[in-house]
């Protein structure tokens, strides 16, 4: 990307200066601590009222008064970090931007890990060394070569490290990087102290496990960040990208979606995608609103209703005049609501840096005092800067750094042979500690598709159920709608006969001319008294709402013959997998896009309390839900229309079959198996995250007694290279109990 002329600005950002709200790209993040130096950078700026920046998208969600802040001010501000403020990217540019972080990370790696290997076997060939080799010409020119040899790795793999440290530290939240890079620079400053002295005791590798191991933990880190631009992506995957547009001429033309302006006329064919959000002015039709809504069954839609994109539509082709562009339309609003959450919300950030950034100033602090104790005791100068640089080597936690990582990578690795999938170490650690579920419904609680519940049949028909549903079935064939799917479905190993005479369909019907059975009519009553057919009311079973199941009638040759019940039905692990919630103390509750009537059917036979449903929820709606729910609150859905509530929730739950934007929202995907296999995942992040915490505990235990001793002389900088590298390994070791699991 080309530098951009002093004093020229963007005209994006000049576009959003009145709004006083807009999530923002940041370009160059290059850890959580460049996140969160970014973040006070920008909350300490006059006007800003408050501010979200997100490592893990890169972007800064921003609370402005436009008469106290102007925009290309803040951003001069980010820009003197090394960083650039600009308007939010596509989901395909932050996924490309991301790819490019791994790659590169993974390039410094193979360098650290190929030269990191010839540090180490000089230096460990002089640590085993009795004495004759350390103190001759040779000794020097081992320690020299290690010297060589850890160039690459401190200047390339570790460059970045060093110039966030030191940005970090300017800002005044030093993190990590910080720490390394006080650490490797001291180490680095005194090796070449000694090689200039002619002394062979010198420190490259430590500087070189420092940059190493930082790196490592960065890299497990930034793998696991692609998941919230897949959402929005998978989102805008889902809509078609062009749009049948009416030209002067009368005839349509097939144009990109984004080329279209409101108040155009665009047709949408039967069982295609509405591209673009307007108003039906032609046509009627039946729509599949499940995208956004998560509503099972099909929506009504006359002139004058409004139509979103991303719905179905099911019956016959519609005229729409449309009212939102590419960019402003509903369904971009919500993956604009998916990236604020994330915004928002915030990188759960590593213990690690939080640790960090005491033992900085701590570690600076004992570093000086022992080094000025040493001196005032009589100590040689060598001694007293070999203790200080003790206590730094000492101080940098790479034992932290990696601890939740490997624990992650480890645990994730095993969860995943088992159908669950972690998307990063903070859903891990939420998992764990969550005590509030809340559900979508449909297709989550249910199998989210109409199935046939039972047929009810005149008493005189000759047919049976399995005659009546291949009839009905025969006569849908060809139709793309939920309701034929359906009684397809139900044919299971006998499938309906196959037609050569074509199918018309109807507002609310559906109709089959055939040589044998003569006219087949399958659709509503309303739709079969329109045709002259009569249900006959006296052999039906008790009506059921409408509200609650589906009736499709099915009439042969004018006379009635049966009604087929269909409904969205409960999953069959679902009543399960509540009451082993329950039992874990965890407070379940439905929050759904259909209607309330539905809604508390399910929440009966779950055992839900109907004062813990909330129905006739938006998108938006079920985001607020998730926000003012108390406690450490999990949403788990399957639908786009519940990408926002899942990244809104401490931690998203997608299960089996869900869409790929919920799946990508997700902080944990249920990839087999069905709701049930929620309480299980509590169950393994509870025990996952225990190995963390066992790990963050000994690190710190570890730093804790490592300074102390080495404040006292106790640990010169050899062994403290040794003690950490063999903190890190029990780190590791500690790790690998979750593979047994």
Same mark, same amino acid.
């Given at each position: ?632 609150? @999990? ?5 786009? *229309?519940?990408?926002? %509530? $899942?990244?809104?929730? !401490?931690? &998203? +739950? =997608?299960? #089996? ?30 025990? @996952? ?5 066992? *790990?963050?505990?000994? %690190? $710190?235990?570890?730093? !804790?007694? &490592? +300074? =102390?001793? #080495? ?31």
């Amino acid at each position: 990307m080309g530098r951009r002329r002093k004093g020229s600005e963007c005209p994006e950002l000049e576009a959003l200066q009145g709004s006083g709200h807009a999530l923002l790209s940041i370009d160059g993040l290059w850890c959580p601590s460049c996140a969160a130096a970014t973040e006070q950078v920008i909350q300490r700026t006059p006007g800003v009222s408050e501010v979200g920046v997100s490592f893990a998208t890169s972007t800064a969600l921003i609370r402005w008064d436009p008469t106290r802040l102007q925009l290309r001010d803040l951003a001069r501000r980010v820009r003197r970090l090394g960083y650039r403020l600009g308007p939010s990217m596509s989901a395909e540019e932050t996924l490309s931007r991301i790819d490019r972080q791994v790659e590169g990370l993974g390039i410094r790696l193979a360098v650290a890990a190929f030269f990191g290997m010839w540090t180490m076997l000089p230096s460990l060939l002089l640590y085993l060394d009795s004495g004759d080799i350390a103190t001759s010409p040779t000794g020097w020119w081992i320690a020299f070569a290690a010297g060589i040899a850890s160039l690459p790795v401190l200047a390339f793999t570790g460059g970045p490290i060093l110039l966030a440290g030191w940005r970090t530290l300017r800002t005044g939240v030093p993190g990590m990087d910080t720490l390394v890079g006080i650490g490797a620079t001291a180490a680095l400053a005194l090796s070449l102290w000694q090689l200039y002295r002619g002394q062979a005791h010198v420190y490259f590798d430590t500087a070189v496990m420092l940059v190493t191991l930082l790196t490592l933990g960065r890299f497990i880190e930034t793998r696991t960040l692609r998941h919230a631009a897949q959402a929005i992506d998978a989102l805008q995957d889902t809509l078609p990208e062009t749009a049948d547009w009416l030209q002067d001429d009368g005839k349509f033309q097939r144009v990109d979606a984004t080329g279209v302006p409101p108040g155009a006329l665009i047709q949408v064919p039967a069982g295609q995608r509405v591209p673009l959000d307007g108003c039906l002015v032609e046509g009627r039709t039946q729509l599949d609103r499940a995208v956004l809504t998560g509503e099972s069954l099909p929506v009504a839609a006359a002139p004058g209703d409004a139509i979103e994109a991303g719905c179905v539509n099911l019956v016959s082709p519609i005229l729409v005049r449309v009212e939102a562009g590419v960019g402003q339309r509903h369904i971009d609003r919500i993956g604009a609501r998916i990236a604020e959450a994330a915004g928002a919300k915030g990188d759960t950030q590593r213990l690690a840096d939080g640790v960090a950034r005491w033992v900085v100033p701590v570690a600076l602090t004992l570093a000086f005092l022992t080094g000025l104790m040493s001196a005032l005791l009589g100590l040689p100068a060598q001694e007293a800067v070999l203790r200080a640089v003790s206590v730094l080597v000492v101080a940098c936690p790479c034992a932290v750094g990696i601890a939740v990582p490997v624990a992650y990578v480890t645990a994730a690795s095993q969860a995943a042979r088992q159908g669950i999938l972690f998307r990063h170490p903070a859903a891990l650690e939420t998992m764990a500690r969550i005590d509030r579920i809340l559900f979508d419904k449909t297709g989550t609680l249910t199998e989210g598709r109409l199935g046939l519940l039972r047929v009810e049949r005149r008493s005189d028909s000759a047919l049976d159920d399995a005659a009546l549903i291949a009839l009905a079935a025969y006569a849908e064939q060809g139709v793309d709608h939920p309701i034929a799917q359906a009684l397809q479905d139900a044919t299971g190993e006998n499938p309906s006969m196959v037609s050569a005479a074509p199918v018309r369909r109807h507002q609310r019907g559906v109709s089959r001319e055939d040589s044998h059975w003569g006219r087949i009519l399958v659709g509503s009553r309303a739709f079969l008294s329109q045709q002259g057919v009569a249900c006959n009311d006296a052999d039906d079973h008790e009506v059921t709402s409408p509200d609650i199941q589906l009736r499709v009638e099915l009439a042969v040759a004018g006379r009635w013959l049966a009604t087929l019940v269909l409904e969205d039905r409960l999953r069959e692990d679902a009543p399960a997998a509540i009451r082993r919630l329950h039992d874990q103390g965890i407070e379940c509750a439905i929050v759904t896009g259909d209607a309330r009537a539905p809604a508390d059917r399910i929440a009966e036979r779950l055992g839900i309390s109907k004062q813990r449903v909330h129905a006739d929820c938006t998108p938006e709606a079920k985001a607020l839900i998730v926000k003012h729910t108390r406690g450490s609150v @999990a949403f788990a859905g399957d639908g786009i *229309n519940d990408g926002p %509530a $899942l990244a809104q929730a !401490a931690i &998203g +739950l =997608s299960v #089996a079959d869900a869409s790929s934007t919920a799946t990508a929202a997700a902080g944990v995907a249920i990839a087999e198996g069905g709701v049930g296999r929620v309480a299980d995942a509590r169950a393994f992040a509870r025990h @996952a995250y225990g190995v963390m915490r066992q *790990n963050l505990a000994f %690190a $710190l235990i570890y730093n !804790a007694l &490592g +300074l =102390s001793l #080495a404040a006292f002389g106790a640990i010169p900088p050899v062994v403290a290279v040794i003690a950490m590298a063999m903190s890190s390994l029990t780190v590791v070791a500690n790790a690998t109990r979750l593979a047994a699991q």
